[in-house]
């Protein structure tokens, strides 16, 4: 189990696991009660529950916000759809910039969280800019069997269409995986003629006083269920 304190805002829970042999004996239940004890000084826990933990934090009091899901693609070929205007690789500089819409979209400040993910994976980190500023951002992540592209953050759909199509292309022979959010049909329908299948199916929870929720119709794909 892991757990993260954001800004005092909300906490977050990640990577729950307990070993197959040992399920259904409570350990779960138990990692969960200290999570709560670790992080009860702030309003709100929240995390991205499986099928098989859900009914556990219901039971605890846990209420789902939204559905999302893990998808998965390997690259076998070029993609034809064309970079939209403004994007260009990010750099760190760019933070300066990116952190006051970050803040507010996913809620609390990662700075520290965003700074490592553009040192160690800056090849899928982009920004794209327009005539009023700032228009979307994504950052990634390296992996054991798969590259990670997260967290995506646009005002619109067709940038964030153009920040995942930069982090695909020049990348043939890879296989990359995508936490995005259920909430706009033609983002999955995006996905899914892209290449991407579902893999597992999540949904965002919370328990406490939601207070900063962040604005979810901007975010397309979130860091990972590990970090939100």
């Excluded at 605890?60 to 993609?79: F, H, P």
């Excluded at 952190?99 to 996913?106: A, E, H, R, W, Y």
């Excluded at 996905?191 to 604005?215: A, D, H, I, K």
Aim: aromatic share 10%; with cysteine.
């Amino acid at each position: 189990m892991t757990t993260v304190n954001y800004q005092g805002r909300f906490g977050w829970v990640g990577m729950v696991l307990v070993d197959p042999e040992f399920r259904g004996h409570g350990i779960g239940t138990h990692l969960l009660r200290l999570s709560t004890e670790l992080l009860k000084e702030v309003p709100a826990i929240r995390l991205d529950a499986t099928p098989q933990g859900r009914p556990v934090y219901e039971r605890l009091g846990y209420v789902a916000e939204y559905e999302l899901s893990r998808m998965q693609v390997e690259v076998t070929a070029e993609l034809d759809l064309g970079l939209e205007r403004g994007l260009r690789p990010m750099n760190p500089r760019d933070l300066h910039n990116i952190l006051p819409m970050d803040q507010s979209t996913f809620g609390a400040d990662r700075g520290a969280l965003l700074d490592w993910s553009l040192a160690h994976a800056p090849e899928y980190a982009w920004v794209v800019e327009g005539a009023s500023g700032l228009q979307g951002y994504c950052f990634g992540r390296h992996g054991f069997a798969f590259e990670q592209v997260g967290p995506i953050v646009a005002h619109r759909q067709e940038t964030a269409q153009h920040l995942v199509t930069a982090c695909l292309q020049g990348n043939v022979g890879k296989r990359f995986i995508l936490d995005p959010l259920h909430l706009s049909s033609a983002w999955l329908d995006f996905l899914s003629r892209t290449g991407f299948v579902r893999q597992r199916p999540f949904t965002r929870m919370f328990l406490g006083e939601n207070r900063y929720p962040g604005v979810p119709q901007k975010q397309w794909a979130i860091f990972g269920p590990e970090l939100g």
